[in-house]
């Protein structure tokens, strides 16, 4: 693919590293001026040291004095130590630090986009600054947009740069729109043509991915009124639906735009433009798998009311109960045991009776998530030896609980809990929809519902 990148090879380039003192002493560029009045690299380092300030003063001065290039491109290259991970006989068995040598480009144009000078950056458009130069991979728009200078955005488009060009990573000015702050720089790149579904190159995802991902909703809905596909697929195969759930990671998830879950608010959009909420990925995940492992209550609840398909079976044979079951402890502060209640009142499938010593010790640490998926089964045979899975510490510090669970080997359920799961069967998959609007006491619908009492009887 042809890019503007070639522009560089057009460009005078000046290496920074070389100007020592640049940085610690501007009166340094002052100095060599006097000292070296015709050099066109002193100059350059002037009109740098201007841009890099903001000095509109001064590159007003150097611009009218001097003939400066505009369009010059700096090398800002550096060392930095890398770690270099190679084969056991070249350096052992992990790796080395190495030092590498990296070579970064900017320009005027770029440093003033970025840093949201808009006058030094106006300055040097109607000075013959070429706005869709790309320099070290991004042109001025890309650095506008990346660190939201909505005014930079715009006037770069009244001059004539590319809302569509891609930078040498293969984003679009659309994909560097991260922040909330970004959304009029957003909403200036479409209004001037920029494609809300051009795929980024290596992942493949579309902006409206990226809005996901981020929880934008004001972002993801000017997408989609524009005409993003709610159901576009990036190379891993997953939805704007299905990133959105997996970027939901807090315990609120306040917005950043103001006030809400994002989250659930972008979902609850991609869901009434047509989202389809069990379009698995590549490797069978659908956005129920996503909100479970990230133990997202709020979402797990609005995809059940869509339709979510409670059972979904990922390509390691995971359900949306396993994956909440693997976070229980991690996420013990996100109330998993919620999203365990849930699922089963919802009729998924139960864990398969013999990996239950592998449930047990694996959520140990988290008793309430522990006895609600035991009630959910009408007999489980417990055995003592179960008590060697279970950290000496855990059953301590939760002794009540595990006192009643052990006490329970080689002995049936109580009568009340027996009929329980007998209204659960007859129920099945509608145990959420049809215990509530039982004719009985309060408290004997939550224990339908398998609402954790902190012992098993």
Not at 150 to 171: F, I, K, M, N, R
Not at 210 to 215: D, M, N, S
Not at 236 to 255: D, K
Not at 303 to 314: F, K, P, R, T, W
């Amino acid at each position: 693919m042809l890019r503007t990148v070639r522009l560089e090879d057009l460009c005078s380039t000046v290496r920074l590293d070389g100007c020592r003192g640049l940085s610690e002493d501007p009166g340094w560029i002052v100095r060599q001026e006097e000292e070296e009045e015709g050099r066109s690299d002193v100059r350059a380092v002037r009109l740098y040291w201007a841009v890099l300030t903001g000095d509109a003063k001064e590159l007003r001065t150097l611009l009218k004095r001097n003939y400066v290039d505009v369009d010059v491109l700096y090398d800002v290259s550096r060392e930095e130590l890398e770690w270099r991970a190679k084969t056991v006989t070249t350096f052992g068995p992990s790796g080395l630090w190495s030092l590498e040598y990296k070579r970064e480009l900017t320009s005027p144009l770029c440093i003033a986009a970025a840093q949201g000078y808009t006058d030094c950056l106006c300055y040097l458009l109607e000075h013959g600054a070429r706005p869709n130069l790309t320099a070290g991979g991004k042109t001025a728009l890309h650095e506008a947009c990346e660190n939201g200078n909505t005014e930079c955005v715009e006037l770069l488009l009244e001059h004539g740069a590319s809302p569509t060009l891609q930078s040498e990573d293969g984003y679009s000015p659309l994909h560097l729109c991260k922040t909330p702050q970004t959304l009029r720089c957003a909403k200036a790149l479409v209004r001037h043509g920029a494609k809300v579904d051009v795929p980024s190159e290596d992942e493949g995802e579309t902006p409206l991915h990226v809005a996901a991902r981020h929880g934008l909703q004001h972002h993801a809905q000017l997408y989609l009124r524009y005409g993003a596909k709610v159901n576009a697929r990036c190379t891993s195969g997953e939805t704007p639906l299905g990133t959105a759930c997996a970027g939901a990671q807090g315990p609120s998830n306040e917005e950043k735009e103001g006030g809400g879950d994002s989250y659930l608010q972008l979902c609850r959009m991609l869901l009434a433009y047509g989202a389809d909420m069990n379009m698995a990925d590549n490797d069978r995940r659908c956005p129920l798998h996503r909100a479970a492992r990230n133990v997202q209550l709020s979402l797990v609840l609005l995809l059940l009311e869509y339709g979510a398909d409670v059972n979904s079976i990922d390509y390691n044979g995971g359900t949306p109960l396993s994956n909440v079951l693997q976070n229980a402890v991690i996420k013990s502060e996100l109330q998993p045991h919620l999203i365990v209640q849930t699922l089963l009142n919802h009729g998924s499938i139960k864990v398969w009776p013999l990996a239950l010593l592998k449930v047990l010790s694996t959520c140990a640490a988290a008793p309430k998530t522990v006895e609600i998926l035991f009630n959910s089964y009408t007999q489980v045979v417990v055995t003592y030896k179960w008590l060697d899975a279970i950290p000496e510490e855990i059953v301590q510090m939760h002794q009540p609980f595990y006192e009643s669970l052990f006490a329970l080997e080689c002995k049936p359920r109580c009568l009340q809990h027996l009929c329980r799961s007998t209204v659960r069967k007859h129920f099945g998959k509608d145990c959420h929809l049809l215990i509530p609007r039982l004719p009985i006491p309060k408290y004997l619908q939550h224990f339908l519902l398998l609402e954790p009492e902190g012992f098993l009887c």
